[in-house]
């Protein structure tokens, strides 16, 4: 059983394909930034749907942070979705999986415990294509906005991401 954590925060993304790293790439300087803070987890996923739901059980709140590609979004601009704004996502087209807003409606079916408040942020990705460890430009130039965001809305003091690669 672990102690008493509140918030679960959670970076979603392939380390290998430019973009979708970002959410990862936040998530790595939170972990450094908020180390000695209580209350609060921070994780790295690399699927969404159900599993992104069971990683949320038992927390009472959630920050999910992740790459988006939307029709003539400009790159690196930082949106804050609501959960049931998400429709679709690349990678749950088969009946194997869900959206996130699916997927929560059948864990509260269930009767899992899951946050009463989740806050989304999304960076508009380039390239989530292309192998490569690197965030091209615009969507590099974001990752300070949302780790000030994030930090701001959780509420800590925080330290600089020093030792952290961001």
Wanted: glycine fraction near 10%; hydrophobic fraction near 50%; proline fraction near 3%.
């Amino acid at each position: 059983m672990r102690a008493l954590v509140e918030t679960i925060v959670i970076g979603l993304g392939n380390p290998v394909l430019s973009d979708d790293a970002v959410g990862l790439r936040v998530v790595r300087c939170l972990a450094w930034r908020l180390r000695g803070v209580d209350g609060i987890e921070v994780r790295e996923l690399y699927s969404g749907g159900i599993r992104l739901m069971e990683a949320l059980v038992g927390f009472e709140r959630a920050v999910i942070v992740d790459a988006i590609v939307t029709q003539g979004g400009r790159p690196g601009t930082v949106y804050s979705p609501a959960v049931g704004d998400l429709f679709e996502t690349r990678n749950t087209h088969s009946t194997h999986d869900a959206n996130l807003a699916v997927a929560l409606e059948f864990g509260r079916l269930a009767g899992l415990r899951l946050p009463t408040e989740i806050r989304i942020w999304a960076v508009e990705a380039l390239d989530v294509t292309s192998f490569s460890e690197r965030l091209t430009v615009h969507v590099e130039r974001a990752v300070p906005v949302v780790l000030d965001d994030v930090v701001r809305f959780l509420g800590v003091a925080a330290g600089a991401c020093n030792g952290a690669s961001t």
